[in-house]
Nanobody
């Protein structure tokens, strides 16, 4: 059974950092592109970025690309979203995905 499990979300102050994890199981993790999305309060899901099987991370979201990075550890079946200099507008639920499969998300709240 395919599973994606996000973790690492938390309440953090502006300027802080977090590392989100996306653990995959039940499929050939090292063969698939893993995508990261954000769903901010009251908005639809937006692409944050992705990482392809050869381990190159792409930050797509313009507001995040200078502060976030994406990596993966295929030996641990996990992808990561490193988030630095967090801003209140980064708040939301972060999801990882591949194909039609989604995790349940992990919540990030950036607030004083």
């Amino acid at each position: 059974q395919v599973q994606l499990v996000e973790s690492g979300g938390a309440l953090v102050q502006p300027g802080g950092s977090l590392r989100l994890s996306c653990a995959g199981r039940g499929f050939d993790f090292h063969r698939v592109r893993i995508n990261w999305y954000i769903q901010a309060p009251g908005k639809g899901r937006e692409v944050v970025g992705w990482i392809v099987p050869d381990e190159v991370g792409v930050l797509w979201h313009k507001a995040m690309r200078d502060r976030f990075s994406i990596s993966r550890d295929n030996s641990n079946y996990t992808a990561y979203l490193e988030m630095n200099n967090l801003k209140p507008e980064d708040s939301g639920i972060y999801y990882c995905n591949f194909a039609e499969y989604w995790g349940r998300g992990t919540q990030v709240v950036v607030s004083t």
